[in-house]
């Protein structure tokens, strides 16, 4: 059975740094595709980044290019999304996202993906 398990959302101030982590456990860590999604009351969760775990090749949303980076580590079974530069925009809920089937046309794609991590609030301010 496939678990993710999310950590380091917390209050920052504009223009400060977060790291998240997501703990993949069950399944083979390589064969995954991790994205990172977010999401704000009233709006539908939103692609921010992904990462494929066999060959590292990384995705981004084009609001968070040059801010955030998303790496794994394999001994660790675990993915991060490192935050910099933040502002009032990146506020939401971040969730972990992993899937062993995606084709590349859907790897933004919330629903394409089957296993979800627990979400971590992210809030920035003024």
């Known amino acids: 059975q496939v678990q993710l398990v999310e950590s380091g959302g917390g209050s920052v101030q504009v223009g400060g ?4 982590s997501c703990e993949v456990s069950g399944g083979t860590f390589r064969r995954f595709v991790v994205g990172w999604f977010r999401q ?32 794994r580590d394999n001994a660790k079974n675990t993915v991060y999304l490192q935050m910099s530069s933040l502002n009032l925009e990146d506020t939401a809920v971040y969730y972990c996202a ?29």
Do not use: C, M
Request: glycine content about 12%.
């Open 17 to 20: 740094s977060l790291r998240l």
């Open 40 to 71: 704000t009351p009233g709006k539908e969760r939103e692609f921010v980044a992904a990462i494929k775990l066999g060959g590292g090749a990384t995705y981004y949303e084009d609001s968070v290019k040059g801010r955030f980076t998303i790496s």
């Open 98 to 126: 992993a899937d062993q089937h995606l084709i590349q046309s859907s790897i933004r794609n919330f629903g394409e993906y089957d296993y979800w991590g627990q979400g971590t609030q992210v809030t920035v301010s003024s």
